[in-house]
């Protein structure tokens, strides 16, 4: 349970108070090792070799990096030029306990103190009371003080500073001459031993603190114990161990005069005896100091004996060194897993993904705000704006010139939001865009900040949607509606231009033009013509609220420059100070201030002004930087490492960048040119020592769960592109060699070593003790389903592939890997896995393969973004039906085995047995979700390039035609009817139902309104668009109004020429002065045309039944009019002249059909979709041409001519592009004239097409049931195996029949009306003997028995019967109480218990019996009734059972327990429905309206579970027999998912999608629900949809119809030719006459009957 305090924590964090300083949690075990140097070197080199490997394997399993820092390690004497190592080894140790989850600090503590750094700096007042202290005699040791101290006035307080080592001995560093760096080397030691005697024996004698003095004494290891050990939180001691080794023997060998011995203790070096002075130091530090502050069980002791060896040794010492691994290993791995148990279960620790992201920006707006200066009046315009109480404004925009300090400003203006609003709970959410992957890209950035508005305002965070439309009309949702007067709402967001550009996100159709009172928008961008956002944003801000951020005053920089200084206890000489004062008269750019700032922090007073330099530009200062830094470290080690830090996609861990150093030869050979350490790796210092150097300009962020370094402004990755990665064309330029690197190391290629050639030629496979990259970090197990997945590889690893074109590896590892996509689609997102399809795609337009993956993925968007186990069915179901005979199989190879794999691998998915879903590469080019609600208007600009659609919930969008990229959004639409795009697409205008509306394109804004009832509009010309005419039904008047002077020009009184009843009249639109308008008279349906210039009537029309929805007016003045009779009249109005008719069956139902729509394709022609068939029509020859046929799921609610395709080649056939709305999907078509097609066609004639419209199984439960399959159109009925072989022909089954007088009795048999018929001979076997039955309804209110007797309720409802199957005699009757009329009858599927509702009683009736078993009444309507399989439990279900008192309603299940004959009633908050509801012997299971299902317990009423998965209410539940199988059904507009769950552990087994709705008589379950049948609109064979899980046998796999299949001969059974069973002589039976007769003689009473029983259950 989360505490008080963590959800008090949360909450702040996700109310973006930036005041909080919550630690970001890592989950990296990081060590720091300390110890002496040369005593240690055989167990740090054990431990790198043979322990360090493990703990990492042991930790990654765990999801967790193991990390080691050796300062030690790889280097060969303590000491650097710049004397910054001890510095260095202090920050690793905070780094490593800020950053470790768990032990973070091990100290290996010999018989050896060690060495004792020389104090870098010296207070200049205790300076110089040392030199005060020095005796006349020892003038020698003042000189050497002064040389190599140097007093530094730009620290505050002053300083002495000691000198760099080269600066005395300039060969210290000198790599080219090996002897002059020896002596030099040499030199320095002695030159370092006698300052150290120098400042100690004066430390011991001046006055100065305990803490002063001890600088001059303590060895660098007990100062790394101090600060991991003595400076931390108690607490943290449990996280630190000691490992203390002691050589027996070591005293012997000293007093033997061994030389060896003084490896292992502290020798003076002047008299070759035993440092007493520094062993006494670490004998207090052993024995005292450390157990008073570790725990004693933290302290491990270790005893070896040297032997007289030279050495500790690996082979003569092998024992101890076996022991001393085993034990570190041992206590290291208890403490990892206790830490990673308390991060699981420790609530302090924040693991919320969602969390850590805000707090990386919280953190990163608190380091911005740490530095800034200045800028109040612009602070105060942005304050103003926060503060303006106004119901309707536009965001603010900053924008400034890169490195003008928006970032700062922006992360000022964030921190200040709650100040200035005076309000405390404000939700203030902070984006820096591009500082982390999730805010990178558009889609995860708008989920961040939609869940964390939601979270902060109450609300689930379960409806934020994942499909990037649906997302952007949430976000909008989600800034109109969550702030309040009291919690105001405040997004930040900084660096538009940073998105990335996919998906239009630079457009910025997704943002919000209007805020509100509550809610305002401020962002940031650069004002480049590169990035079209400033552009666009400039087309709807106000120019008041647009703030410029200029670059700084010279006196501000001045002062942001001498701050920084101040922060850092630094501060200048004057030469210095005009030195940078010349600088900022050049540049003032706040980014330029902080780089010389951070060079004048380096500048001593006593450098020389001629050794100093400045840069005026930001490229130039940087570029002198990495020169600095190669002169420093070295070229080549330099520029490869920077490379690869510029050259990741999001950045590199700090192990990732020493092992890909590791691997870099060229790197090792710099370094290690006279000297290579015992394994080839790179040294930890070397890196550490270069991070230190590059300070905050890079920086730790989040990326793919864990911490990467990447640059602190785009400035510093652009300047190392230019630097190190431009030349991308050559094979051996550095960009190929790095990305290369990059590419092997994610591939793992270099775990297990990599070769390395030396200068003679030997090869040698060396191990790097680089880290693994499996793709998996742990699997799952039965104690711990979750994977952990290495996220860095799948990020980094196709991205370099691509950037190489290394086609080959990139399709078999990544784009054809099932195993890979699989995974990927599971640890992150889909969408990322689409993403690497469109990077390939770019790179390699031309291949086959790609292109087709490509297309394959987009349109299986929707599943896959669900759940990545649809990656089977999509894969299957869309491309199982290559053949690879119409292609080079070379060219689909790779995609082959991805089918291949797809239908093997042991994943717990749903497979089809055919293709059955919508292939690649048709005329389908897109489908996106366009919006929340259906869409009811599409249409498109006259030049095609824009596409506008508008919805019911009153939002139009724009979208870029060509790709279906959103440009733009529009709210605040009326009832819409119809959009007319005008002044050259400048504007459209929306007529609606009470007003039209005059919208500009570009900035979504409204121009103008009308309130205008029914209103209609039109343009006047089409050779001036911007004339408009306007009409109001509850006016006689059109108006003409010009859009662009915005004003009315004229008033025309329609009435005065045609009076009309303002009910029946309407406008079609205009030609060239010349109205078009409708009206019913008393004659009918009439048009007249009327000329507003000189009110004359110029055409009549009338006509019988005109469809006014889909009449047009062409450019060419041609009045379009579709009629009922199958024909199209087209009326000329120029002439006033009929010029044509068009006739044609395509036409025959476009009058009251909803599936037919008609529009202009051009102005010579005409389409029609009728049905799904769209055709093409010559307005001048009446001819149609077929264009496109759609499957009846594709059959669109709207459709548009967006263009004329001129990507064909083929001059003489036009291709188009088309638009259709399907629900809220847009789909983009490219068809052209396709004469194949026969539209005129009887589908009727088709012996081959298989629709059926219902199937069902028989013996469902059984592993070969027989499938029975029902097409109505041509009244045929099929019995079927299980290889889809017919068995059984039933002919003349009409639609009713088949529902109301059909049932299998058993395999052999079935009830046809009133006959019992032997499916294999076709013979009757006998006939119903009963006159209470209706002949063509005994499949109705009946159940199959005992398996031979039926069980049916009687024509006047009154009792039932109970018929044998054997000789079709009524065996016994069920009467109903005082006869009365049952409303509603439910069997159990075992066929033993049956439930009537009677009046108001309901009644459960034992069918073997006869007698009633119990009874119940209830006061609500009863709704649905259902029973579970054995008929223990009846389930009564009320829709609207309880009225609340906010006047909502309540559904009421009615559990009825027919063993113990009780009740128990359960109340839902949400509104049921009769598809959503089912009923098991354990669980009543129901729906809500988003989609969980609740599970309830039938024996106690108790709440079970919540199952979520589907994203809206059901409407079917399927229930095995054995009810441990369910499968569920979600509305296709809105989910559409397909999912299998398992009863019996209450979880989702798996799921599919299909392309359109499956109606709930198309599915069923066989072989025990193990698979599914289905049938598909336009698919010729059933569908077998196994289900498959780890443990099944993959050779089970369900196989399509094949050819070689034997063939069986069906039996064929007329319905129409059935007859009564006739006796031996061959006539009827007498009685079977009578009864018939007897049953046609009633049939009269029997309907008054019914007629009366109907009138009776609805009063």
């Not at 997704?510 to 009172?517: A, H, I």
């Not at 785009?714 to 190929?736: C, E, G």
């Not at 990077?839 to 299986?860: C, G, H, P, Q, W």
């Not at 005994?1338 to 054997?1366: E, M, R, Y």
């Amino acid at each position: 349970m989360v505490s008080q305090q963590q959800y008090e924590i949360t909450s702040r964090i996700l109310g973006g108070d930036l005041t909080i300083n919550e630690k970001i949690d890592s989950k990296i075990i990081r060590i720091f090792t300390s110890s002496t140097f040369t005593d240690t070197e055989a167990e740090r080199n054990a431990l790198m070799e043979k322990v360090y490997p493990r703990l990492k394997i042991h930790c990654q399993k765990a999801g967790f990096e193991f990390q080691v820092v050796d300062m030690r390690w790889g280097i060969k004497d303590a000491s650097t030029d710049d004397h910054s190592v001890v510095d260095i080894c202090m920050k690793q140790i905070e780094q490593s306990r800020h950053v470790s989850v768990g032990p973070y600090f091990v100290a290996l503590l010999g018989q050896k103190y060690g060495y004792r750094p020389l104090p870098v700096e010296i207070d200049a007042e205790e300076f110089d009371k040392l030199l005060t202290n020095l005796a006349d005699d020892q003038e020698n040791d003042r000189v050497l003080l002064q040389e190599w101290y140097s007093k530094d006035h730009n620290a505050i307080p002053p300083v002495y500073h000691l000198q760099p080592i080269s600066s005395r001995f300039p060969h210290y560093s000198n790599n080219q001459d090996k002897e002059l760096q020896d002596e030099a080397r040499r030199s320095w030691w002695a030159t370092y031993n006698r300052l150290g005697v120098i400042l100690r024996d004066l430390a011991e004698q001046v006055s100065i603190t305990q803490d002063s003095k001890r600088k001059y004494f303590i060895s660098v290891t007990e100062r790394e114990i101090h600060q991991a050990i003595f400076q931390g939180n108690s607490e943290d001691n449990y996280q630190c161990l000691c490992f203390q080794r002691t050589i027996s023997d070591l005293d012997n060998m000293l007093t033997s005069g061994s030389k060896q011995a003084e490896l292992y203790t502290d020798v003076v070096s002047s008299t070759q005896e035993v440092d007493a002075r520094a062993q006494s130091l670490l004998t207090q530090l052993r024995e005292s100091k450390l157990p008073e502050k570790l725990p004693s069980s933290n302290i491990l002791h270790h005893t070896v004996e040297l032997n007289q060896n030279l050495k500790i040794d690996r082979t003569i010492h092998k024992d101890y060194i076996k022991t001393f691994c085993d034990d570190y290993y041992q206590k290291l791995m208890d403490l990892i897993d206790s830490s990673i148990m308390d991060y699981h279960h420790n609530r302090q620790i924040v693991h919320d993904p969602l969390i850590l992201e805000i707090l990386q920006h919280i953190h990163f707006c608190r380091e911005k705000c740490r530095t800034f200066h200045g800028r109040t009046s612009l602070l105060a315009q942005v304050q103003d704006y926060l503060t303006k109480k106004e119901s309707s404004l536009s965001p603010f925009v900053v924008y400034g010139q890169s490195g003008s300090g928006k970032t700062s400003f922006m992360a000022k203006v964030a921190y200040e939001c709650n100040r200035w609003l005076d309000c405390s709970s404000a939700v203030v959410v902070l984006r820096f865009i591009g500082i982390t992957p999730t805010s990178s890209n558009l889609r995860t950035l708008l989920h961040s900040i939609c869940s964390q508005v939601d979270r902060a305002y109450g609300y689930s965070t379960k409806a934020v949607p994942k499909h990037l439309q649906e997302l952007i009309d949430y976000f909008t949702t989600v800034t109109i509606s969550r702030g309040s007067e009291s919690k105001p709402l405040i997004i930040c967001l900084d660096s538009l231009d940073q998105l990335s550009p996919e998906n239009g996100a630079l457009l910025l159709g997704w943002l919000p033009q209007t805020c509100s009172l509550h809610f305002k928008l401020i962002t940031s961008t650069l004002p480049d013509d590169q990035y079209p956002c400033y552009k666009k944003l400039t087309s709807f801000v106000s120019t008041h609220y647009m703030l410029n951020i200029p670059t700084l005053t010279n006196s501000d920089a001045k002062t942001i420059l001498q701050n920084w200084l101040k922060l850092n206890n630094r501060t200048l000489n004057s030469s210095q100070q005009e030195l940078i004062d010349q600088a900022l008269a050049q540049c003032s750019l706040p980014l330029y201030v902080k780089l010389i700032s951070h060079q004048a922090e380096q500048w001593r007073s006593f450098t020389p002004v001629e050794e100093l330099r400045i840069d005026f530009t930001i490229d130039q200062v940087i570029q002198h930087y990495f020169q600095q830094l190669e002169e420093k470290y070295g070229k080549v080690y330099v520029s490869h490492c920077l490379a690869y830090i510029t050259a990741s996609k999001n950045g590199l861990t700090e192990f990732e960048i020493e092992d890909l150093l590791s691997c870099d030869d060229q790197v090792l050979e710099e370094i290690f040119q006279y000297w290579t350490p015992p394994i080839r790796r790179l040294p930890p210092l070397i890196w550490a020592r270069l991070r230190e150097s590059l300070g905050d300009y890079l920086v730790e962020r989040a990326a793919d769960g864990t911490q990467v370094f990447a640059w602190y402004h785009r400035q510093f990755s652009a300047a190392a592109n230019r630097r190190y990665l431009a030349a991308a064309d050559s094979p051996s330029s550095l960009h190929t060699f790095i990305h290369t690197s990059l590419a092997h190391y994610f591939s793992d290629l270099w775990y297990h070593g990599k070769e390395y050639t030396d200068s003679k030629g030997i090869t040698t496979l060396f191990d790097r003790r680089i880290t693994a990259q499996p793709l998996m970090l742990t699997e799952a197990t039965v104690r711990n389903q979750q994977i952990i997945y290495n996220l860095r590889k799948l990020s980094e690893l196709p991205f370099h592939l691509t950037r190489l074109a290394q086609l080959e590896q990139l399709k078999v590892d990544i784009l054809f890997n099932f195993d890979w996509l699989y995974h990927k689609i599971a640890a992150t997102s889909f969408h990322h896995v689409l993403d690497d399809y469109m990077d390939a795609a770019t790179v390699f337009a031309d291949d086959i393969e790609i292109n087709m993956m490509y297309k394959t993925m987009r349109l299986s968007s929707t599943a896959l973004l669900d759940s990545a186990a649809h990656l089977p069915f999509q894969l299957l179901g869309r491309l199982s039906s290559l053949n690879a005979s119409q292609n080079n199989e070379d060219d689909i190879s790779h995609l082959q085995q991805l089918l291949r794999d797809a239908n093997s691998k042991s994943i717990n998915c749903i497979r089809p047995s055919i293709a059955c879903l919508t292939p690649p590469g048709g005329a389908l080019v897109q489908t996106v979700i366009g919006h929340t609600r259906r869409i009811k208007v599409i249409t498109s600009t006259t030049d095609g390039k824009l596409l506008i659609t508008a919805d019911n919930d009153q939002t139009a969008k724009i979208w870029d035609s060509q790709n279906l990229r959103l440009l733009n959004k529009i709210s605040g639409l009326g009832a819409l009817i119809r959009i007319i795009p005008t002044c050259q697409n400048q504007y459209f205008i929306a007529p609606c139902i009470d007003k039209v509306q005059i919208w500009h394109i570009e900035s979504c804004q409204l121009i103008q309104e009308f309130p205008l009832k029914w209103s209609y509009a039109a343009v006047v010309s089409s050779s001036d668009d911007s004339q408009l005419i306007f009409m109001d039904n509850d006016d006689d008047h059109i108006l003409l109004w010009d859009v662009k002077e915005k004003s009315q020009v004229g008033k025309f009184c329609y009435t005065s020429c045609w009076p009309l009843s303002k009910n029946h009249r309407g406008l079609i639109g205009a030609y060239n002065n010349v109205v078009v308008l409708h009206g019913l008279t008393d004659e009918g349906p009439k048009i007249q045309c009327i000329n507003i210039k000189n009110s004359q009537i110029t055409q009549t029309i009338q006509e019988g039944k005109i469809d006014i929805q889909n009449s047009y007016i062409t450019s060419y003045g041609q009045l379009i009019l579709p009629l009922q009779r199958n024909s199209v009249k087209i009326y000329d109005l120029s002439t006033g002249q009929h010029i044509q008719d068009i006739q044609g069956s395509l036409l025959r139902e476009f009058t009251g059909e909803k599936k037919h729509l008609m529009g202009l394709l051009d102005r010579q022609n005409l389409f029609t979709c009728t049905q799904g068939k769209i055709a093409s029509w010559d307005l001048t020859s009446g001819r149609s041409t077929p264009l496109l046929e759609l499957q009846n799921a594709d059959i669109p609610n709207c459709l548009h001519f967006v263009k004329q395709d001129t990507s064909n080649n083929d001059a003489t056939t036009s291709s188009y592009v088309i638009a259709t709305a399907k629900g809220n999907c847009i789909c983009l078509w490219k068809c052209q004239a396709n004469h194949q097609l026969d539209f005129n066609a009887d589908s009727n004639q088709s012996a081959t097409s298989f629709n059926p419209t219902q199937i069902m199984s028989h013996s469902p439960d059984q592993p070969n049931p027989y499938i029975i399959s029902y097409e109505a159109e041509k009244q045929l009925c099929t019995v079927w195996n299980i290889k889809q072989q017919p068995i059984r022909i039933i002919k003349k089954m009409k639609n009713k029949l088949f529902n109301q007088g059909f049932m299998f009795i058993n395999q052999n048999t079935a009830l046809i009306r009133d006959f019992v018929v032997d499916l294999q001979t076709g013979s009757t076997l006998c006939q119903l003997q009963s006159d209470g039955i209706n002949p063509d309804s005994t499949g109705k209110n009946s159940k199959i028995i005992d398996d031979n007797k039926l069980a049916i309720l009687s024509q006047d409802s009154t009792n039932i019967l109970i018929i044998s199957l054997c000789d079709g005699k009524v065996v016994s009757r069920i009467p109903f109480p005082l006869n009365n009329v049952c409303h509603k009858i439910v069997y159990s599927q075992n066929g033993q218990i049956a439930v009537t509702l009677i009046g108001g009683d309901i009644i459960a009736w034992n069918l073997t019996s006869g007698k009633l078993i119990s009874k119940t009444s209830l006061s609500a309507q009863v709704d649905h009734i259902c029973s579970d399989f054995g008929g223990h439990y009846v389930a009564i279900f009320s829709y609207h059972g309880e009225v609340n008192k906010d006047g909502s309603s309540s559904s009421l299940v009615h559990l009825w327990d027919l063993s113990k004959q009780q009740v128990l009633t359960y109340k839902f908050k949400y509104s049921l429905r009769a598809g959503g509801l089912a009923l098991t012997h354990q669980y009543i299971i129901s729906s809500d309206n988003g989609g969980d299902i609740s599970l309830w317990s039938t024996n106690e009423g108790k709440f079970i579970q919540q199952l979520h998965g589907h994203r809206h209410d059901l409407y079917k539940i399927i229930i095995n027999q054995h009810e441990d199988r369910m499968l569920t059904m979600s509305e296709y507009d809105y989910d559409g998912t397909i999912r299998l769950w398992d009863l019996s552990a209450l979880v989702q087994l798996a799921a599919f999608l299909p392309d359109w709705r499956i109606e709930r008589s198309n599915i069923a379950f066989i072989d025990h629900g193990q698979k599914i049948i289905i049938t598909l609109d336009g698919i010729n064979q059933f569908i077998i949809a196994q289900y498959h899980s780890v443990a099944v046998d993959e050779n089970q796999i369900a196989t399509a119809f094949e050819e070689d299949i034997v063939e069986l001969t069906a039996t064929t059974i007329d319905v129409s030719q059935l007859q009564p069973p006739k006796d031996a002589s061959g006539r009827q039976p007498v009685q079977a006459i009578d009864n018939r007769q007897q049953a046609q003689g009633v049939v009269q009473q029997e309907k008054k009957s019914i007629k009366r029983k109907k009138n009776i259950t609805r009063s």
